[in-house]
């Protein structure tokens, strides 16, 4: 079973940046591909980023490329997300997933754990 905790959501106005973090409780972390979702109320989870525990390799939805970056550290057991330039649309509860495979799936249904959530806010 491996927990997964988020943490640095908050209020930003529009333009603005938010670093969310996710720790890991394992002490396999480095064998597990990790993933950012959201979910805007209304709405479906949807994929936002992933990395590979391999080669670190890192995908993005079309919606964030450019403003966004995923990045972990193996050590700490911990990934990032880095949000750039932030737009009202991408207030939503962001989710840390962990999926046990080299391969970043950006279903929701293909993740193996998940974190309870945290809330970002983007003011216009």
């Known amino acids: 079973q491996v927990q997964l905790v988020e943490s640095g959501g908050g209020l930003v106005q529009a333009g603005g940046s938010l670093r969310l973090s996710c720790a890991a409780s394992t002490r396999t972390f480095s064998i597990y591909t990790m993933g950012w979702f959201r979910q805007a109320p209304g709405k479906e989870r949807e994929f936002v980023a992933g990395i590979t525990w391999g080669f670190g390799n890192r995908y993005y939805a079309e919606s964030v490329k450019g403003r966004f970056t995923i990045s972990r550290d193996n050590a700490k057991s911990t990934v990032y997300l880095q949000m750039n330039s932030l737009k009202p649309e991408d207030t939503a509860t962001y989710y840390c997933?962990?999926?046990?495979?080299?391969?970043?799936?950006?279903?929701?249904?293909?993740?193996?754990?998940w974190g309870q959530g945290t809330q970002v806010t983007v003011s216009s």
């Open positions: 997933a962990a999926r046990r495979s080299d391969t970043v799936i950006t279903t929701t249904a293909a993740q193996d754990y």
